[in-house]
C-alpha cells in the first residue's frame, strides 16, 4: 500500500507543527461577507494543509446538498461532478453526523469504483462537518487522487480547527447574503450596494 509523502507546509517537523498558519487565516476569514471569496479561502487553505490534491465545500439542503465550490491543489476550479465519490460521502456525513474518514477508498465497498482512473478518483478521503451550534449545515470534502492514507493525524487536526471555524463565517456569510439579496432575483439591495460602495472607497484610499 503507498503511503503519503510527509508534506509539511510550515517547513517544520511533523513533530513541531503548529496551528498559527491556520489562525492567521481564521481572522481573515471571520471578516469576510462575499460568500464566494470566503469559501475559495477556506477551500485553499484547507486543501494546502491538508495533503490533500482536491476539495469541495457543501451547503445542505434538507435531505440534498449544493455544493458552493470544488477546487483542485493547483488553484483551479472544478465541477462537482468530476469528483465521483462526493455524493455518497456527502450523504454518509449527513446520515450520521459525523466526520467520515477514508484511509483506502479500495477497502470501502460503498465507494469503492469498478476501475480506478488516476487523478479523477480519490484514494483516501476525510470529509468534516460545518456545525453552528448543535445544526449541521454542510461538510467540508478533502480527498488525495495520489495515494492511500493521505490524512494522518495532524493534517487532520489541521482540518478539524479550519472546519470549526469556518461553518461559523460561512452561516455569517449566508446571512449576509439574505439581508442584501432579493432571494427571487438575486438583485443586491440599496444596503448592499452601501456596503460595495464603502469597500471600494477604502480599497481605492489603502491604493491612494
Known amino acids: 500500500m503507498q503511503t503519503a509523502p510527509k508534506r509539511n507546509p510550515t517547513g517544520e517537523r511533523p513533530g513541531n507543527l503548529n496551528l498559527r ?22 477551500l485553499d487553505t484547507a486543501i494546502e494543509f491538508s495533503n490533500a490534491t482536491r476539495g469541495t465545500i457543501a451547503i445542505f439542503k434538507e435531505q440534498s446538498f449544493n455544493a458552493e465550490l470544488s477546487r483542485t491543489v493547483s488553484g483551479g476550479e472544478i465541477k462537482h461532478s468530476e469528483i465521483p465519490s462526493l ?30 482512473e488516476a487523478g479523477r478518483d480519490a484514494q483516501s478521503i476525510i470529509c468534516l462537518p460545518l ?28 482540518a478539524e480547527v479550519l472546519a470549526e471555524h469556518a461553518s461559523i463565517a460561512i452561516e455569517n456569510a449566508l446571512l449576509y447574503r439574505k439581508s442584501t439579496q432579493d432571494r427571487v432575483t438575486n438583485v443586491y439591495n440599496h444596503a448592499a450596494f452601501e456596503q460595495f460602495l464603502d469597500d471600494e472607497m477604502d480599497l481605492a484610499r489603502r491604493g491612494n
Open 131 to 158: 456545525r453552528v451550534k448543535s445544526r449541521l449545515m454542510g461538510g467540508l470534502y478533502l480527498d488525495n487522487t495520489e495515494v492511500s492514507a493521505a490524512f494522518g493525524a495532524r493534517e487532520r487536526e489541521f
Open 87 to 116: 455524493a455518497p460521502v456527502l450523504k454518509r456525513l449527513h446520515k450520521t453526523g459525523k466526520s467520515v474518514v477514508v484511509d483506502d477508498v479500495r477497502q470501502d465497498e460503498a465507494l469503492r469504483p469498478e476501475t480506478v
Open 21 to 42: 498558519p491556520i489562525l492567521e487565516v481564521v481572522k481573515k476569514i471571520n471578516s469576510e461577507r462575499n460568500l464566494r471569496r470566503l469559501v475559495t479561502m477556506i
